[in-house]
């Protein structure tokens, strides 16, 4: 709850905190083998299942649905999904009870959020960079070409990602932090995190008209998206359409401040779970 | 042999919604004395347990550990305690020494200082060679020593324990409580546990007992038996009804009926048997005296058995399989009497 300033001095340095805890993330996910798998497989069969399939079918008038089209949109997806499934192990932590040795040591809850967070980011950005390389590896394969782009760009865009996996495992935070079981964070990612990457631009283009082109203009996730379409395919596909780099760059940094405040106000709230 | 107690508690009290878990507690638990809270499932232990290790805020009353307010200060509070809980709190797919580094990172180890820590302690427990086990890998007993570790990693003055040796076979069990003796002897270590094993409870150097929230007796085992006041004779007998009936009646005292015997709490239990063997040769099987254990001091101070999920109901035999045959059982409500 509450510190005072007498407590607060009393907690031990955060930043070794943070970084023990983002390890202890890191480590775990390399030691469970399907974690990883079904985090990079997934999203590959994907990309390659929709870019194959809509690929061949011709939606509008010249714009084209392809592997080029839906690899930033994968690149969030898998970002999405390890950053989602890093923060669910916060239920595990509690119910395991790893979680209630931590609440009871003398650190304070914004290095515990954080050190979680940045852990779960760390994972989203391993994998995110991998299937970089996969798309890079691609073109000069010369099976299709998915970005042409430069050395900077591409340096630009992986800051971008970290922004975006910030900001997404912030988010898993506050989503899991109250719940104590797993199926009911399942729940939430149907109904919840599924929509909110399908309505990001990833899958539709960005001018679909009506109520789902307002959604898409509302989702955060939208301009994360957006910005990495900038960076990867500038001189591919027609960009035009998309918002400008600066705002994709403002909105994605706007959306992890805003997960990581959410994160740190209720990880200073205590949950019923925390008495398993 | 600092004079400051470990614990200072004054009126303290916890509620879940409307249900009163502790209510108006007050004990003082000295340094350097191992103090078992004692009482049956749904006495108020475990939520006292979460108070003073500062996972649960304080609602009313007051409470100073080591000298420092658990409201006002609990970061400085957490520093110098030990929490041990009773669900296991490691990370299962991590290492032995894993889980020690991060915790003592968490307590503000660092360097070379925790890595030697963390051998010193594993060594102490005697899990130096299961170091690079992974925790899922080693049993209950052994997890349970690494809790320990754990819990004493960054030298605690004061080590919190919640019912310590749930799942523990009665070797292990013998092995943690001599490590509670080394770690007060040698460094004048608090340890403060809940238990609900009455055997457990008698090795401590003190006992609070705690039923419905209440503390309802503070001691040492001895003077807790003591004030009972008196031995138990148990007489088996074919027909226990009529033989407690005749007994009443003969010599004007209460005797209780108890599964299948005859129950007598008595000044001066030794000149009672022959009296009774005399008075029914045919009637006893057997006799046996004893002195009064922590169940008959738990039923003295709350009228209740210690085991029955019911204390109102006389009729309902606890069917807890933690019970051990020969804990001599009582009857409820007829020891007030």
């Not at chain 2, 010599?251 to 030794?270: K, M, N, Y």
């Amino acid at each position: 709850m509450s510190q005072s300033i007498s407590s607060t001095t009393a907690t031990v340095p955060a930043w070794p905190v943070v970084g023990t805890l983002a390890q202890r993330e890191l480590v775990r996910f390399f030691r469970q083998r399907n974690r990883v798998f079904g985090a990079l497989g997934q999203p590959i069969i994907f990309w390659l299942l929709f870019g194959a399939g809509l690929g061949t079918a011709r939606i509008g008038a010249d714009d084209k649905l392809d592997y080029v089209h839906f690899f930033p949109g994968t690149l969030v997806m898998i970002l999405l999904f390890t950053a989602i499934f890093a923060t669910i192990s916060i239920i595990e932590d509690r119910r395991e009870g790893f979680l209630q040795g931590v609440l009871v040591a003398p650190v304070p809850r914004w290095a515990m959020m954080l050190g979680k967070v940045l852990g779960g980011a760390a994972i989203a950005m391993v994998q995110g960079i991998v299937f970089l390389f996969l798309g890079w590896l691609a073109g000069a394969l010369g099976w299709f070409s998915v970005m042409l782009t430069t050395p900077l760009a591409v340096f630009a865009a992986v800051v971008l990602m970290l922004v975006i996996s910030i900001a997404l495992t912030a988010l898993g935070f506050v989503i899991a932090w109250r719940m104590d079981s797993t199926q009911g964070f399942h729940a939430i990612m149907s109904v919840f995190l599924l929509p909110m990457w399908l309505l990001s631009g990833a899958f539709f283009p960005m001018d679909v008209g009506g109520w789902v082109g307002a959604i898409v203009r509302i989702n955060p996730l939208t301009y994360g998206v957006a910005g990495l379409r900038h960076y990867l395919q500038n001189g591919i596909s027609d960009l035009t359409a998309l918002p400008s780099l600066a705002i994709c760059w403002l909105v994605s940094l706007g959306f992890a401040a805003a997960m990581l405040v959410a994160a740190w106000r209720i990880a200073g709230t205590r949950s019923t779970a925390d008495l398993l | 042999m600092p004079t400051q107690p470990a614990i200072e508690i004054a009126q303290l009290a916890h509620r879940y919604g409307e249900r009163e878990a502790i209510r108006d507690l007050t004990l003082k638990v000295s340094a350097g004395e191992i103090f078992a809270v004692l009482g049956p499932n749904g006495s108020g232990k475990t939520t006292l347990f979460r108070v003073l290790s500062t996972l649960i805020p304080i609602q009313r009353g007051e409470a100073r550990i080591l000298g420092h307010d658990l409201r006002c200060e609990p970061q400085a509070v957490r520093r110098q305690l030990g929490v041990v809980f009773q669900a296991p709190s490691l990370d299962k797919k991590l290492t032995v020494a894993e889980n020690l580094i991060h915790f003592g990172r968490l307590y503000g180890l660092a360097g070379r200082d925790l890595t030697s820590q963390t051998d010193e302690m594993l060594s102490r427990l005697g899990i130096a060679d299961r170091k690079r086990d992974l925790v899922e890998k080693l049993s209950g007993g052994l997890r349970r020593r690494v809790e320990i570790a754990k819990g004493m990693l960054h030298q605690p003055r004061l080590l919190l324990l919640d019912e310590p040796s749930t799942g523990l076979d009665p070797a292990a069990r013998s092995d943690l409580w001599q490590y509670f003796t080394k770690v007060r002897d040698q460094d004048g270590v608090t340890v403060v546990l809940t238990t609900h094993l009455l055997d457990e409870a008698e090795r401590a150097d003190r006992i609070a007992v705690m039923h419905r929230g209440q503390l309802v007796a503070l001691d040492t085992p001895a003077a807790l038996r003591a004030a009972v006041g008196g031995d138990a004779i148990t007489i088996r007998a074919a027909d226990v009804e009529s033989l407690a009936a005749k007994i009443a009646d003969r010599f004007h005292i209460h005797p209780q009926v108890v599964d299948s015997s005859v129950r007598l709490e008595l000044p001066a239990g030794h000149e009672w048997i022959p009296r009774l063997i005399e008075a029914f040769p045919d009637h006893i099987e057997s006799i046996t005296l004893g002195k009064p254990t922590l169940e008959d001091v738990f039923i003295h101070v709350t009228g209740h058995r210690f085991w029955s999920e019911l204390p109102t109901d006389n009729e309902s035999v606890s069917h807890n399989t933690r019970r051990r045959t020969k804990t001599r059982r009582q009857g409820g409500k007829e020891t007030r009497r």
